[in-house]
């Protein structure tokens, strides 16, 4: 079992930034894949970013490649998402997951294992 408990979302105006932090707790965070996704509302949810186990493999969606960097850091548990430049269609619940199952960079929904609660993103414009 593991557990992720999301942080950093807000409110920001459009061009502004925020980071959004993921701790994990349960089991050896430094060997699994993981990632970040996000949902509008009456949208389905999409992949954001996806970071191999060591750091080493990285991989973004096109509409926030530039924008967007996803890191972690094992000694802590975490993993973080910076997002800058942020648009009005940045809006969403932001989630991030974990696969126990690899240590690679995976971008589907289904091939994640566990999910945390989910923090809200809301961007003016």
């Known amino acids: 079992q593991v557990q992720l408990v999301e942080s950093g979302g807000g409110l920001v105006q459009a061009g502004g930034s925020l980071r959004l932090s993921c701790a994990a707790s349960?089991?050896?965070?430094?060997?699994?894949?993981m990632g970040w996704f996000r949902q509008a509302p009456g949208k389905e949810r999409e992949f954001v970013a996806a970071i191999a186990w060591n750091g080493g493999n990285i991989y973004y969606a096109d509409s926030v490649k530039g924008r967007f960097t996803i890191s972690r850091d094992n000694a802590q548990n975490t993993v973080y998402l910076q997002m800058n430049s942020l648009k009005p269609e940045d809006t969403a619940v932001y989630y991030c997951a974990i696969n126990v199952r690899g240590s690679y960079y995976y971008t589907r929904v289904r091939q994640y294992d566990y999910w945390g609660q989910g923090t809200q993103v809301t961007v003016s414009s």
């Open positions: 349960g089991r050896t965070f430094s060997t699994y894949g």
